[in-house]
């Protein structure tokens, strides 16, 4: 077993009295006073999540646009430096690798953002697939990452920079100081609010970190846990990988066939993708509300009539909605809004119906019908 | 660990229980360590008033966002009193423990079973030793 790491906040979590646990092999705080208070922070103020556990993953040189562009699901050559665009990675059989956030960093750049446990494996896979000419770097290790979320999030952050925010529109990054240090900093987020993703170096995150929180304190700003990053994305309706997705589930069965898109030379992957788009789908993604008591947990079945049609992915108590809501994969038959259901909670039946996802109104769905960035 | 978070006038499991003897009526709740480590409790489902239980049984369940846990009987005998403002604010767990958060109150069988739990103290080296 390879030791838990830590990111370069480690101590300051601790001296501000977070529960430690083991989250994709880091010591991570799940929580620093209560889940639902700093999911409640997030919702009305703005939360500061430490997210160094993610991994960065940098391409450069004359082939590293067209490398990318084979290996993700979405236009890449069209994504214009400063742009940002959520895509997946796919496998031959059309499985997800893993989901991304890709940043154009430059004409001959750019930077994946992944998911903490797949690090090793998403670097193995680009470099697997690159060409020598496309120069592959896995910067996991030196680049610190903050997410500061929440309506008040452009309030706070302008006390600490000279960037413009007003006009940093969402889904697109710029670069500037943050508390004086180098800074990129990025309108997106994993919680259905607005906010940032403030990339730094790894040796300045805890200034940046402890800068943050001294000055949004008034704001009502307030260190917020894997539990609460948790319980936001879930009601944002945004996939966890390992939960939602895996090496053997489709994208057009997690609900984000908006983010395959055509592209003349195709994708690695998209074969298959449009094989099971042509052939229809056997099971999908839905969003579920517990009509009856308890919690619907990752694992739990899913049954209509008494038969078992799919399993639960995630599941919690919504703070925002007061009632407990999940995800889960079901026979597509099962799949419609409002259809009822039954969740098999510790050998009892409890039932539950399908909604619509996003639980909650987010800010990318909310203001116009324009495309996905 | 303190008066309040380990009071010395009750008996505990190692389930983490704590129970408060009167005449054989036994009040029943969970530590403050326990609601600690749960954190925000969300649901507790407790059984019916009249059922009889063997120690160590599983009589009901406590949810809260992150977990789920059972919780077990530390002594044998019947419900005969259940908390059913929990139902409603099953955060009276967090706030007050040992007060408004009680879970049930049981009916001792047998009232020298009682002797078999644990005082504060070795409660507290308990809670100690599995933090470390």
């Known amino acids: 077993m390879t030791a838990v790491r830590r990111t370069p906040l480690y101590e300051a979590h601790v001296r501000l009295g977070a529960r430690m646990v083991d989250f994709a092999g880091y010591a991570m705080p799940v929580q620093y006073t ?3 208070s700093e999911h409640e922070a997030v919702r009305k103020h703005a939360g500061l999540f430490d997210v160094s556990h993610m991994g960065q993953i940098e391409f450069e040189g004359p082939a590293a646009i067209s490398t990318a562009e084979r290996l993700l699901s979405r236009p890449i050559e069209s994504l214009r430096t400063g742009g940002v665009r959520y895509a997946l990675l796919c496998n031959d059989h059309g499985g997800v690798v893993d989901d991304v956030t890709v940043y154009r960093t430059g004409e001959q750049s750019l930077m994946l953002c992944v998911n903490a446990a797949n690090i090793e494996k998403d670097f193995s896979w680009v470099v697997e697939h690159a060409p020598e000419n496309a120069a592959i770097r896995n910067a996991s290790d030196e680049t610190g990452l903050l997410a500061l979320q929440g309506p008040a999030s452009q309030s706070i952050l302008a006390d600490l920079t000279p960037t413009d925010l007003e006009d940093l529109r969402r889904y697109r990054f710029t670069t500037g100081p943050v508390a004086d240090r180098k800074a990129m900093i990025s309108r997106t987020g994993y919680t259905g609010s607005d906010g940032f993703e403030i990339y730094v170096r790894a040796s300045d995150l805890e200034e940046v970190f402890e800068a943050l929180l001294e000055r949004g304190a008034s ?8 539990g609460a990053r948790d319980t936001l994305r879930l009601e944002a309706g945004m996939p966890l990988y390992g939960h939602e997705l895996d090496d053997d589930t489709s994208p057009l069965e997690a609900g984000l066939g908006r983010f395959v898109e055509p592209k003349p030379e195709g994708f690695l992957g998209s074969n298959a993708i449009e094989q099971l788009r042509a052939n229809g789908l056997s099971r999908q993604l839905v969003g579920f509300e517990v009509d009856g008591k308890g919690v619907a947990r990752a694992g739990y079945e899913v049954e209509k009539s008494g038969k078992i049609i799919g399993s639960v992915t995630s599941g919690s108590p919504s703070p925002s ?6 995800m ?3 026979s ?7 259809t009822s259901l039954d969740i098999v909670i510790r050998g009892r039946r409890v039932a539950a119906h399908v909604v619509d996802i996003p639980f909650v109104p987010t800010p990318g769905r909310t203001r116009a019908k324009a495309p996905p960035p | 660990m303190s008066e309040t978070e380990i009071p010395a006038n009750l008996k505990y499991s190692a389930e983490d229980e704590w129970a408060r ?3 054989g009526r036994v009040t029943i709740g969970i530590t403050h360590y326990a609601q600690d480590q749960l954190g925000d409790i969300v649901f507790v489902e407790l059984p019916e008033v009249g059922r009889a239980l063997e120690a160590g049984e599983v009589f009901g369940v406590i949810e809260s966002v992150k977990a789920v846990s059972d919780l077990y009987a530390p002594v044998a005998g019947e419900i005969v009193a259940i908390n059913g403002d929990l139902e409603s604010q099953p955060e009276l767990v967090n706030a007050d423990c040992y007060g408004s958060g009680w879970m049930c109150v049981i009916q001792l069988a047998d009232k020298s079973e009682l002797q078999s739990l644990l005082d504060a103290e070795a409660y507290g080296r308990h809670v100690q030793e599995r933090d470390h």
């Open chain 1, 34 to 36: 209560s889940i639902i």
């Open chain 1, 219 to 226: 704001k009502g700003l307030e260190p917020a846990g894997l």
């Open chain 1, 321 to 326: 909605l007061g009632k407990s809501i999940g």
């Open chain 1, 328 to 330: 889960a994969y079901v």
């Open chain 1, 332 to 338: 597509t038959e099962h799949a419609r809004v409002d």
């Open chain 2, 21 to 23: 003897d009167e005449e």
